[in-house]
């Protein structure tokens, strides 16, 4: 098992952390205060690889352990590690110096993985990445009364002490849904891939339209080929029946998509979910097309100092990893160690900030996101609708 541990620091002002660090980050608990940074000499740059499993009982001491289970070996290698290592980061970086991380690889096993972490004292499980690892996790952690704050975005999965960072399409559709509302948009229609999250996003499309008092007057469902996808979008019938179109997939698939839709004459406005953000930019046929997700103003800050560190660029859910553990490292001033992990501060309706921006969880245990509405222009990408600032805002 990795493990990751902060020695203590001096303590610093947040000007001075921001220019040591160069990361501007504000982790702060709504209504509790702010877990205030401290900051250590730069390591010298590791490898992207988190460091190998190790074994046996990790010694007793006074410091809240917190296992985080993620894949470091098989086909997510790559992503697990990257969560591994923004996971450390975080811990370096908030100084929390009352947190022990240890690091274990779901490769082999999620459900093992969870039984050697809880043996060996975590009294909080971080990850796992995949629905079907969750699945064997969780089980196992709610008998030992541990709960179990995912990187996954599959909501069946959540609740009785599972609780998901990951991002969800019906967050983002019911966010640009009502953007597109608010500028005159009243019918909607929509490419939707087969399968979960196809499922999910027409799902979220209807519920998004119904609560803004729009409408959808068309939505067809393809299987991820060109020759799919063309057949579809013919299917959705008259060009001019609908004024916005939802391509809910993510931004390769809209490349294809987007071209076969001007074709047929429509001028509709092109609408995507928050897989649209973790795409290369996109070409200038996608040009004034709107999307919904978290804001990266923090996470470019973060990839930055990620790439200093370790040589290459996180992948894009690392920053759950980061963010979680921000929030561990906070709740942890009011948990005792050794102590079972309040949970209930997981419910905090102020709720929490990271790289990703502000967050909370509801009681569906799924968490909750300000998102801001992007345009993709000639340029590149540009905010047109920031977050809200706080949970008190729509």
């Known amino acids: 098992m990795a ?43 590791p490898r992207e690889q988190a460091p190998p499993p190790q074994t046996g009982r990790l010694p007793t001491e ?35 110096q009352g947190v022990r991380i240890t690091t274990y690889d779901t490769g082999p096993g999620a459900a093992a993985a969870a039984r050697k972490a809880l043996a060996e004292g975590n009294a909080l499980i971080l990850g ?43 967050q983002s559709i019911d966010r640009v849904v009502d953007y597109a509302h608010s500028r005159g948009i009243e019918r909607f229609a929509a490419l939707i891939p087969n399968g979960l999250y196809g499922r999910r996003a027409s799902s979220a499309l209807l ?44 931004g390769r698939i809209a490349l294809i998509a987007a071209p076969l839709v001007r074709k047929s004459g429509s001028s509709a406005r092109l609408l995507g979910t928050e897989l649209w953000n973790t795409d290369t930019p996109l070409a200038k046929v996608m040009s004034g097309s709107w999307f919904a997700a978290v804001s990266d103003q923090l996470y470019n800050q973060f990839a930055a100092k990620y790439r200093s560190r370790f040589g290459k660029s996180p992948y894009r859910l690392a920053s759950l990893g980061y963010d979680a553990v921000l929030l561990a490292v906070r709740i942890a001033q009011d948990w005792k160690p050794g102590d079972v992990f309040p949970e209930r501060r997981l419910l905090d309706k102020g709720g929490f900030a990271g790289v990703d921006g502000a967050f909370r969880f509801g009681k569906d245990g799924v968490a909750q996101r300000m998102l801001e509405v992007k345009q993709i222009g000639q340029g590149g990408v540009a905010i047109i609708s920031p977050a809200p600032q706080g949970f008190g805002e729509k």
């Open 128 to 170: 796992p990445l995949l629905a079907e690892d969750v699945r064997q996790v969780a089980p196992i952690a709610s008998a030992a009364h541990v709960p179990v704050i995912s990187f996954s975005n599959d909501v069946d999965v959540a609740g009785d002490g599972v609780f998901l960072m990951g991002f969800t399409p019906a």
């Open 62 to 96: 006074a410091r809240d352990r917190v296992a985080v289970l993620v894949p470091l070996t098989g086909p997510n290698a790559g992503v697990g590690a990257s969560i591994a290592n923004a996971a450390n980061m975080a811990l370096i970086d908030s100084g929390g």
């Open 207 to 250: 519920a998004a339209a119904q609560d803004a008092g729009a409408n959808v007057v068309a939505m067809q469902s393809y299987d991820r080929s060109a020759a799919s996808l063309s057949a579809a979008v013919k299917r959705l019938g008259d060009p001019k029946s609908y004024d916005a179109l939802l391509i809910a997939d993510s």
């Open 3 to 45: 493990e990751a541990a902060c020695l203590p620091q001096p303590a610093k002002g947040i000007s001075g952390w921001l220019r040591a660090a160069g990361l501007a980050l504000t982790i702060a608990l709504a209504g509790c205060g702010a877990v205030v940074p401290r900051t250590r000499p730069a390591p010298p740059p």
